[in-house]
């Protein structure tokens, strides 16, 4: 982050520059999630391996997550024009096996129209960050007291409905989670457009980009929680509430080993 320069012809060529290459890598990251997910989704034994071997995808997912802190905290893999795009890669293809097995248990037709939403959702809020005439990148303090006062209200509706019950109490706790997301997605498009108190640097496009990607991720991952528990024993009956589109091939998967009943076990 640094201040802004002078406002000189060159440096808004370069910021629109930045901005621009920025938004087409963020929309390459959704265009290639999208395909590898619905792959993994749709070819019966990409599902059903990612569906027995979750823990792979575990693997994965902590891996890209000790890759971004380095990509973070090192800048000469995100400077060096060698390893910063392979290092990107590495981060975003990680992460996208990481998911795998939540996609794999999802209907298909609700995990295709909540990407749909969550993507229209993300640009929605770049672009209001883009215009807004609040310069959040200055006024960071407010950010982090709203994003505090969100994680105190998301963690009681939660704990009220995992110890009452409460009704739609989980839907509330996640709205609480949302509102923070998505403040925090105009934030980085102001970083990101320039113009503001702190901006990001112009060759940090990488960075930028994966920074999108899990500022929509976060968004997406709240889809997954109506999704059926194929492997769960205690859930007999798979998930239903909140399913926009219902499909006749739910109970196309064949039983588990743990499904199977013996002569000892009913």
């Known amino acids: 982050m640094a201040d802004i320069p002078e406002k000189s012809s060159y440096y808004k060529k370069e910021r629109r520059k930045f901005a621009l290459i920025t938004y087409l890598l963020?929309?390459?990251?959704?265009?290639?999630?999208?395909?590898?997910?619905?792959?993994?989704?749709?070819?019966?034994?990409?599902?059903?391996?990612?569906?027995?071997?979750?823990?792979?995808?575990?693997?994965?997912?902590?891996?890209?997550l000790i890759l971004l802190v380095l990509f973070i905290f090192f800048?000469?893999?995100?400077?060096?024009?060698?390893?910063?795009?392979?290092?990107?890669?590495?981060?975003?293809?990680?992460?996208?096996?990481?998911?795998?097995?939540?996609?794999?248990?999802?209907?298909?037709?609700?995990?295709?129209?909540?990407?749909?939403?969550?993507?229209?959702?993300?640009?929605?809020?770049?672009?209001?960050?883009?215009?807004?005439p609040l310069d959040?990148?200055?006024?960071?303090?407010?950010?982090?007291?709203?994003?505090?006062?969100?994680?105190?209200?998301?963690?009681?509706?939660?704990?009220?409905?995992?110890?009452?019950?409460?009704?739609?109490?989980?839907i509330i706790a996640r709205c609480f989670i949302v509102i923070s997301i998505l403040m925090f997605v105009m934030y980085h498009a102001q970083i990101i457009n320039g113009g503001r108190f702190a901006e990001m640097r112009t060759k940090d496009y990488f960075l930028a980009a994966i920074i999108l990607f899990l500022d929509f991720l976060l968004l997406?991952?709240?889809?997954?929680?109506?999704?059926?528990k194929w492997s769960d024993r205690c859930d007999g009956e798979r998930s239903k509430n909140l399913v926009l589109f219902t499909e006749t091939t739910t109970n196309s998967y064949p039983p588990k080993w743990w499904r199977t009943s013996t002569k000892d076990t009913p």
Not at 144 to 161: N, T
């Open 26 to 64: 963020t929309a390459i990251f959704l265009i290639l999630a999208l395909l590898q997910w619905a792959t993994f989704r749709f070819v019966n034994f990409l599902r059903e391996f990612f569906t027995s071997y979750h823990w792979l995808s575990c693997l994965f997912f902590g891996i890209g």
């Open 136 to 170: 959040l990148t200055l006024d960071v303090v407010v950010l982090f007291v709203l994003a505090v006062v969100s994680i105190i209200g998301a963690i009681y509706f939660v704990m009220l409905y995992i110890v009452a019950n409460v009704a739609y109490s989980f």
């Open 75 to 132: 800048e000469v893999l995100r400077f060096n024009k060698m390893v910063n795009w392979l290092f990107a890669f590495l981060i975003f293809e990680c992460i996208v096996l990481g998911i795998a097995p939540l996609v794999a248990r999802h209907y298909k037709y609700q995990f295709l129209f909540s990407f749909l939403i969550w993507t229209v959702a993300l640009a929605l809020f770049i672009v209001c960050g883009s215009f807004l």
């Open 220 to 228: 997406y991952l709240f889809s997954f929680q109506v999704a059926p």
